[in-house]
């Protein structure tokens, strides 16, 4: 049972925009940043996006991050066929813990 | 760039002790508000958070993993490490080494991770 809540799976056809949300409580999403990952089968997870909304240097503006009180969502747009992953939102608890979603696995058809 | 990998044997025995070593190159493990982490993926299943050191010393456990788990580091190495004890089968995982920016709380470096598997 993970910390934060996330769907276990999403799909929708390429070219279209997809959210995906992550939902936690006040003593982590609630007063700490959320990140976000992309883990493509066999390989290590890829920070998408930090500190709820930033993009690390080469990740493309498909992708976005956003936060309001305890939840957080992803969005992914112009889906490409590549971008068939796991998304993991992650973030800080305050029991001094790193706490993870359960992980979204996203089909694109 | 910095790097990281994961290095320890790939099979351990139910009740053994799983050992598993960092290192880090193209970077130093000893600054200021960057934190270590050891982070595992059962087969099929999500990420899990086991346990972080950071340069000063301080390490933080997984309570679920508290009373079985060492995490250590040698910055003269520029190396951590993990020890979990009395393992079973639900310790196979694939085990990631990572950096975590503290103040943001984002890992953004990741080893390529490392199966362990617990079997007799």
């Known amino acids: 049972q993970s910390v934060l809540t996330q769907p276990p799976s999403m799909s929708a056809a390429p070219g279209q925009k997809v959210t995906i949300s992550c939902s936690g409580s006040?003593?982590?999403?609630?007063?700490?940043?959320v990140s976000w990952y992309q883990q493509l089968p066999g390989t290590a997870p890829k920070l998408l996006i930090y500190?709820?909304?930033k993009r690390p240097s080469g990740i493309p503006d498909r992708f976005s991050g956003s936060k309001s009180g305890t939840s957080a969502t992803l969005g992914i747009t112009g889906l490409q066929t590549g971008d068939e992953a796991a998304y993991y939102c992650g973030t800080w608890d305050s029991s001094l813990s790193v706490v993870f979603g359960g992980g979204t696995k996203l089909t694109v058809l | 760039q910095l790097q990281l990998q994961e290095s320890g044997p790939g099979l351990v025995k139910p009740s053994e002790t799983l050992s598993l070593t960092c290192t880090v190159s193209g970077g130093s493990i000893s600054g200021d508000n960057y934190f270590w982490d050891w982070i595992r993926q059962p087969p099929g299943k999500g990420l899990e958070w086991v346990g972080t050191f950071y340069y000063s010393g301080n390490t933080y456990y997984n309570p679920s993993l508290k009373s079985r788990l060492t995490i250590s580091g040698d910055t003269s190495k520029n190396q951590f490490s993990l020890k979990l004890s009395s393992v079973t089968a639900a310790d196979t995982a694939a085990y990631f080494c990572a950096r975590r920016y503290g103040s943001g709380s984002y890992s953004d470096y990741w080893g390529q991770g490392t199966l362990v598997t617990v079997s007799s």
């Open positions: 500190e709820n909304n």
């Open positions: 006040s003593s982590n999403i609630g007063k700490n940043y």
